[in-house]
């Protein structure tokens, strides 16, 4: 067994659920269209897709460790592939709708399972660079996604869009079922799950603070990408393809520093990146606060920086997360994904109740005040429980 195609191979299977989140984002108002309905019940193929994709995180973690990677990934990646299949032959929005939850029932799978073989198969900087690359396609996700889906609703019908994920998803199976073989070790846990499995995850210091970072990271990053254009429109008049250039340079900044974050684990403590990092995500947004009213290429470079620092830390947290939980990898990594994911959700929803409140700089002051507070939460936490395990 091939170790790095495995490590693409999973990957492939994680990044398949933030690519197909955002795929036909560009083109909702064609899809709304077609179907001759509104745009609330298009924009809820999106979040009843984000919403399934959370929930089952919870279900695949605890499935995972006690059932076996290489089942549950492949079943996962069919159920998605004959979903997307379903939603190319979607003639009308509830139908629609009711694939769109199977495919993300099936896909949430995959970044669960994708990080879970991970720690399986390597140990020290080998798994810190495997996290990486996981990592980075997993931020291509979102990055790729609006792109071929704009791509594909300009010269075909939405529709194509779903017939592109079916062949993507064949052969990711195909790729899956073919060279993947079960890595979940034999001394692992198969006791039938319990829900204390889950507190058990969230008392621990490490594990309950990573979690709390994960669920931090992502409301600040879709306070971005939900608030972003407002200010790109009122302040600087910038046309739908200059704001998305303004997005890519965010996106391409998270995926290379997954890119980085994955390198640079073995040369620093895993534990002091985290901390670090999240320091200068504070001091990132920060200088959003500062810099966003006063020129373009400024507001770019603090979106830039934030892209990095985020990036960088998101490797290192799963590979400490698949450390910490040598026997429940999968139920830490699901519910790691799934409070980021709620993270996802909260976003859009308090910050826009700030926003009516007192506008955009609420809206980034209350994310850089939150994010402050999970930085020495994770200083005290963290870097105390690294202490106690050095006094060992």
Same mark, same amino acid.
């Given at each position: 067994m091939n170790r790095t195609v495995i490590v693409y191979l999973v990957s492939l299977a994680a990044f398949l659920g933030p690519f197909t989140q955002t795929i036909y984002t560009p083109? /909702?108002? +064609?899809?709304?269209? @077609?179907?001759?309905?509104?745009?609330?019940?298009?924009?809820?193929?999106i979040s009843i897709f984000t919403l399934c994709l959370a929930l089952m995180q919870m279900v695949y973690?605890?499935?995972? @460790?006690?059932?076996? !990677? !290489?089942?549950?990934?492949?079943?996962? #990646?069919?159920?998605?592939?004959?979903?997307?299949?379903?939603?190319?032959?979607?003639?009308? &929005?509830?139908?629609?709708?009711?694939?769109? $939850?199977?495919?993300? &029932?099936?896909?949430?799978?995959?970044?669960?399972?994708?990080?879970?073989?991970?720690? @399986?198969?390597? +140990?020290?900087?080998?798994?810190?660079?495997?996290?990486?690359?996981?990592?980075?396609?997993?931020?291509? %996700?979102?990055?790729?996604?609006?792109? =071929?889906?704009?791509?594909?609703?300009g010269r075909f019908n939405f529709h194509a869009v779903f017939l592109v994920l079916v062949f993507v998803g064949v052969l990711i199976f195909i790729g899956n079922l073919a060279f993947l073989k079960e890595t979940k070790p034999e001394t692992s846990s198969s006791q039938r799950f319990q829900l204390r499995n889950f507190l058990t995850i969230l008392k621990d210091r490490t594990g309950s603070s990573i979690i709390l970072l994960g669920f931090i990271q992502y409301y600040a990053m879709y306070n971005f990408l939900v608030f972003l254009p407002g200010i790109l429109s009122e302040?600087?008049?910038?046309?739908? +393809?200059?704001?998305?250039? *303004?997005?890519?340079?965010?996106?391409?900044? #998270?995926?290379?520093?997954?890119?980085?974050?994955g390198r640079i684990q073995g040369r620093f403590e895993d534990r002091n990146v985290i901390v670090v990092t999240s320091y200068l995500n504070v001091a990132a947004i920060f200088l959003f606060?500062?810099?966003?009213?006063?020129?373009?290429?400024?507001?770019?470079?603090?979106?830039? /920086?934030?892209?990095?620092?985020?990036?960088?830390s998101l490797p290192v947290q799963?590979?400490?997360?698949?450390?910490?939980?040598?026997?429940? !990898?999968?139920?830490?990594?699901?519910?790691y994904n799934f409070f980021r994911y709620? %993270?996802?959700?909260?976003?859009?929803? =308090?910050?826009?109740?700030?926003?009516?409140?007192?506008?955009?700089? &609420?809206?980034?002051?209350?994310?850089? $005040?939150?994010? /402050?507070?999970? $930085?020495? *939460?994770?200083?005290? !936490?963290?870097?105390?429980?690294n202490k106690k395990l050095g006094a060992y």
């Open positions: 083109i /909702l108002p +064609e899809v709304a269209k @077609d179907f001759g309905t509104s745009s609330f019940l298009v924009n809820l193929t973690g605890p499935l995972t @460790d006690t059932k076996g !990677r !290489r089942n549950v990934i492949l079943f996962g #990646i069919f159920l998605y592939t004959l979903a997307s299949l379903g939603c190319f032959f979607s003639k009308s &929005i509830y139908v629609l709708l009711v694939f769109r $939850a199977l495919q993300a &029932i099936g896909i949430a799978a995959g970044s669960v399972v994708a990080a879970t073989v991970i720690g @399986d198969l390597f +140990e020290g900087k080998a798994r810190g660079k495997a996290m990486g690359t996981f990592q980075m396609m997993v931020s291509l %996700g979102p990055v790729v996604g609006p792109i =071929v889906g704009g791509f594909l609703g302040r600087y008049g910038l046309s739908a +393809e200059q704001k998305g250039l *303004v997005f890519l340079t965010m996106s391409c900044m #998270i995926v290379i520093g997954s890119f980085v974050g606060l500062l810099v966003s009213h006063i020129s373009i290429p400024l507001l770019i470079a603090s979106i830039m /920086l934030f892209g990095l620092f985020l990036g960088t799963t590979t400490l997360l698949t450390q910490v939980f040598q026997t429940n !990898r999968s139920t830490a990594i699901g519910v709620m %993270g996802m959700a909260f976003g859009p929803m =308090v910050g826009s109740l700030l926003l009516a409140i007192g506008g955009y700089y &609420i809206v980034y002051g209350f994310v850089d $005040a939150a994010f /402050l507070g999970c $930085a020495f *939460v994770l200083t005290i !936490r963290v870097l105390g429980a």
